[in-house]
């Protein structure tokens, strides 16, 4: 019953999104303040059959009803609890609802904290969100039923992937679906300003917290990802420019691109159509990663779906969204004013460069994603894009973006001088370069990649310029008694850019180490034998079988020694679950400020008498997730600026009023 109470709750959501698309869209045209109204209550009462039906659905994985085919074929009694709710969106049509919940929130969260809004722009952009909304639930209830019955219900269900059995990927997904959605009311603040006619400083100050939010919780969605492979797959990688991989990081792209774009907006005045085309562009990059995992067109364990209906179905939701933009976009853009105009040397300029290599860097990413499945389409034969090409095309894109990011804050708005900050930053070019020389030195010049110098000398110059350009902001030269009262009044905002410039840096420098100079082992290891590696010596004492709540697991136990003391004792698995039956390997990663040890163990070798033992030391790797986290901090920082919340600087104006009178 539960089940079904579930399923009527997405139809009545459906009714209510239909009346939000359009009585709100048609009182706006018709200046009827009544029906304008209206978007508010739909936008919640919508929230609402959305979240009764996900919780339905929840319900049957908790309680293992079979009953429920989603249920059936993604579950088992036996699961932890932990897995057994992750199960609701590990699969397409758990997903899917999981995707539609989110873009509810987000048009409910925009009436609860949109107030200030102006209400001809917020009737305009729950409308749109709705028009979206529309569209996923029709896919979700004629072609991908969460709450089909299964008649007879069997006595146990077939289990999850062993693979999404893992807490990164537990949450590595509702993070990612909340950057995906998050740009979708980007989007609709975009089509209703055009729809409006009207781009302003206020509309940028408005979209910014919304898109901000939404590329917060992408990192983290991202990075959770890359931290799931990287300890769960087994190859001591933790990118590997898979599409699926690709279709949640074009977004990114796209949104950091507009982020940096609403910026100049706002403050400006300026590329006003240029940051509306990009809230569509990164919308649209999240239909399309929508629809890679979930047509068939992609073999991955990310995907979800492989029937070609339901890819058809999603292909059209991506026509109608992206092209019907785009028109309404052709028409309305070239009538905005074009606002302040800016030397190419300026502040602006360095956030327009910004763009564009972002921009560039996306459409790259898109070519290597699409092109072998459009070649393969057009009978044009199997052609494989992998990591050499985006490696040799995309990041040299991102060095000049990185080297910029360190003079870019330091510039003046509308004319800036260039030569001034490269003479404040000189101190720091000498640094950085002694710093690139360093490595090259210590890696035996040549003998290494010729690249890591350059790499660690761009890190250095990013992380050092961001914090001379604190130190100028808050006087620590000029003014050192009062620079701490200075810094405890800079904008949250700017904490929070300092934060994520400096994260880059530090990125930038685990990105370097671990991709010149990781060491790996792999060979047969016998009871009792050592291997060297990364300066560790890893023994293998004992390899047993231990039984875990739905699965057996071959523990293997490694004493870990260096100079001849032993530090540790590391114990990776191989496990085999019951059901679905499949194998899956954890590794065992010991962590340090210069790397991981990272051990795996394989199958077992008769004719050696030992076990497969793939062994690596990757450099630097804590400094990507401590980069990626001072990213995500830095976002959430700026997140919580007063300037940022929408509606803010209206209404502490009007509680002056109020008081003065």
């Given at each position: 019953?539960?089940?079904?109470?579930?399923?009527?709750?997405?139809?009545?959501?459906?009714?209510?999104?239909?009346?939000?698309?359009?009585?709100?869209?048609?009182?706006?045209?018709?200046?009827?303040?009544?029906?304008?109204?209206?978007?508010?209550?739909?936008?919640?009462?919508?929230?609402?059959?959305?979240?009764?039906?996900?919780?339905?659905?929840?319900?049957?994985?908790?309680?293992?009803?079979?009953?429920?085919?989603?249920?059936?074929?993604?579950?088992?009694?036996?699961?932890?609890?932990?897995?057994?709710?992750?199960?609701?969106?590990?699969?397409?049509?758990?997903?899917?609802?999981?995707?539609?919940?989110?873009?509810?929130?987000?048009?409910?969260?925009?009436?609860?904290?949109?107030?200030?809004?102006?209400?001809?722009?917020?009737?305009?952009?729950?409308?749109?969100?709705?028009?979206?909304?529309?569209?996923?639930?029709?896919?979700?209830?004629?072609?991908?039923?969460?709450?089909?019955?299964?008649?007879?219900?069997?006595?146990?269900?077939?289990?999850?992937?062993?693979?999404?059995?893992?807490?990164?990927?537990?949450?590595?997904?509702?993070?990612?679906?909340?950057?995906?959605?998050?740009?979708?009311?980007?989007?609709?603040?975009?089509?209703?300003?055009?729809?409006?006619?009207?781009?302003?400083?206020?509309?940028?100050?408005?979209?910014?917290?919304?898109?901000?939010?939404?590329?917060?919780?992408?990192?983290?969605?991202?990075?959770?990802?890359?931290?799931?492979?990287?300890?769960?797959?087994?190859?001591?990688?933790?990118?590997?420019?898979?599409?699926?991989?690709?279709?949640?990081?074009?977004?990114?792209?796209?949104?950091?691109?507009?982020?940096?774009?609403?910026?100049?907006?706002?403050?400006?005045?300026?590329?006003?159509?240029?940051?509306?085309?990009?809230?569509?562009?990164?919308?649209?990059?999240?239909?399309?990663?929508?629809?890679?995992?979930?047509?068939?067109?992609?073999?991955?364990?990310?995907?979800?779906?492989?029937?070609?209906?339901?890819?058809?179905?999603?292909?059209?939701?991506?026509?109608?969204?992206?092209?019907?933009?785009?028109?309404?976009?052709?028409?309305?853009?070239?009538?905005?004013?074009?606002?302040?105009?800016?030397?190419?040397?300026?502040?602006?300029?360095?956030?327009?460069?910004?763009?564009?290599?972002?921009?560039?860097?996306?459409?790259?990413?898109?070519?290597?994603?699409?092109?072998?499945?459009?070649?393969?389409?057009?009978?044009?034969?199997?052609?494989?894009?992998?990591?050499?090409?985006?490696?040799?095309?995309?990041?040299?894109?991102?060095?000049?973006?990185?080297?910029?990011?360190?003079?870019?804050?330091?510039?003046?708005?509308?004319?800036?001088d260039l030569a001034g900050v490269l003479?404040?930053?000189?101190?720091?070019?000498?640094?950085?370069?002694?710093?690139?020389?360093?490595?090259?030195?210590?890696?035996?010049?040549?003998?290494?990649?010729?690249?890591?110098?350059?790499?660690?000398?761009?890190?250095?110059?990013?992380?050092?310029?961001?914090?001379?350009?604190?130190?100028?902001?808050?006087?620590?030269?000029?003014?050192?008694?009062?620079?701490?009262?200075?810094?405890?009044?800079?904008?949250?905002?700017?904490?929070?850019?300092?934060?994520?410039?400096?994260?880059?840096?530090?990125?930038?420098?685990?990105?370097?180490?671990?991709?010149?100079?990781?060491?790996?082992?792999?060979?047969?290891?016998?009871?009792?034998?050592?291997?060297?590696?990364?300066?560790?010596?890893?023994?293998?004492?004992?390899?047993?079988?231990?039984?875990?709540?739905?699965y057996m697991a071959h523990r293997a136990?490694?004493?870990?020694?260096?100079?001849?003391?032993?530090?540790?004792?590391?114990?990776?698995?191989?496990?085999?679950?019951?059901?679905?039956?499949?194998?899956?390997?954890?590794?065992?990663?010991?962590?340090?400020?210069?790397?991981?040890?990272?051990?795996?163990?394989?199958?077992?070798?008769?004719?050696?008498?030992?076990?497969?033992?793939?062994?690596?030391?990757?450099?630097?790797?804590?400094?990507?997730?401590?980069?990626?986290?001072?990213?995500?901090?830095?976002?959430?920082?700026?997140?919580?600026?007063?300037?940022?919340?929408?509606?803010?600087?209206?209404?502490?104006?009007?509680?002056?009023?109020?008081?003065?009178?």
């Amino acid at each position: 019953m539960i089940a079904e109470i579930g399923h009527f709750a997405l139809i009545l959501a459906l009714c209510v999104a239909m009346v939000q698309a359009v009585v709100p869209l048609m009182g706006a045209r018709r200046g009827q303040a009544s029906w304008m109204a209206v978007a508010e209550p739909a936008s919640a009462l919508q929230f609402l059959f959305i979240a009764v039906a996900f919780a339905a659905l929840t319900n049957a994985y908790v309680t293992s009803d079979f009953s429920v085919m989603n249920v059936a074929q993604n579950s088992h009694t036996e699961k932890p609890m932990l897995y057994k709710v992750a199960g609701v969106w590990g699969n397409h049509e758990g997903s899917l609802l999981l995707w539609i919940t989110i873009l509810a929130l987000f048009g409910f969260a925009v009436t609860l904290f949109g107030r200030n809004l102006p209400i001809g722009l917020k009737c305009r952009a729950l409308a749109v969100q709705a028009m979206i909304a529309v569209g996923f639930l029709l896919f979700i209830l004629l072609t991908s039923n969460p709450f089909a019955r299964l008649e007879p219900p069997p006595l146990d269900g077939s289990g999850l992937n062993p693979m999404l059995q893992d807490p990164g990927l537990a949450f590595h997904p509702p993070f990612l679906y909340l950057g995906y959605v998050g740009f979708s009311m980007a989007f609709s603040f975009a089509i209703a300003a055009l729809l409006e006619g009207r781009v302003d400083a206020a509309w940028a100050r408005w979209v910014r917290p919304w898109t901000l939010a939404a590329w917060v919780f992408l990192t983290g969605g991202i990075i959770l990802g890359s931290w799931w492979a990287y300890y769960t797959l087994g190859w001591g990688g933790w990118w590997f420019w898979d599409p699926v991989e690709n279709a949640s990081f074009m977004p990114w792209l796209a949104g950091t691109a507009l982020l940096h774009s609403a910026i100049v907006v706002e403050k400006r005045d300026a590329l006003k159509s240029w940051t509306i085309l990009l809230a569509i562009v990164a919308f649209g990059f999240s239909l399309l990663g929508t629809f890679l995992v979930r047509s068939g067109v992609l073999t991955s364990v990310h995907a979800f779906a492989t029937d070609p209906a339901r890819g058809v179905f999603i292909l059209l939701l991506l026509v109608l969204a992206v092209g019907g933009s785009f028109m309404l976009y052709a028409m309305r853009a070239p009538a905005m004013k074009m606002g302040g105009l800016f030397a190419p040397l300026s502040r602006e300029g360095s956030l327009l460069l910004n763009n564009v290599l972002l921009s560039t860097g996306a459409a790259t990413v898109l070519l290597g994603t699409l092109y072998p499945l459009i070649a393969d389409a057009l009978n044009l034969g199997k052609v494989t894009v992998g990591p050499p090409f985006f490696n040799s095309v995309f990041l040299p894109l991102m060095a000049p973006m990185a080297a910029m990011m360190a003079v870019g804050p330091m510039m003046a708005w509308k004319r800036g001088d260039l030569a001034g900050v490269l003479g404040r930053l000189k101190f720091v070019a000498a640094i950085a370069l002694g710093a690139g020389l360093l490595v090259w030195f210590l890696q035996g010049g040549s003998a290494g990649p010729w690249w890591t110098g350059a790499g660690f000398a761009l890190a250095v110059w990013l992380g050092l310029g961001t914090l001379v350009d604190l130190a100028e902001r808050i006087g620590l030269i000029d003014a050192p008694a009062e620079a701490l009262g200075r810094a405890a009044r800079l904008p949250r905002s700017t904490w929070g850019m300092v934060l994520a410039h400096f994260g880059v840096a530090v990125f930038i420098i685990g990105l370097t180490a671990s991709a010149a100079w990781t060491e790996e082992r792999i060979q047969t290891q016998k009871i009792g034998e050592t291997v060297m590696v990364g300066g560790y010596g890893v023994t293998l004492k004992a390899v047993n079988d231990v039984p875990g709540p739905n699965y057996m697991a071959h523990r293997a136990t490694f004493e870990i020694s260096r100079n001849g003391k032993v530090i540790d004792v590391m114990e990776p698995e191989k496990r085999v679950y019951r059901q679905p039956p499949r194998p899956i390997t954890t590794a065992a990663i010991r962590s340090g400020i210069i790397g991981d040890l990272y051990v795996v163990i394989g199958d077992p070798d008769p004719a050696k008498d030992g076990h497969v033992t793939r062994l690596y030391f990757n450099p630097c790797i804590p400094w990507l997730w401590a980069g990626a986290g001072l990213l995500i901090l830095g976002g959430t920082i700026s997140l919580l600026d007063r300037r940022h919340r929408v509606g803010a600087p209206t209404r502490a104006h009007a509680r002056g009023r109020r008081a003065r009178a």
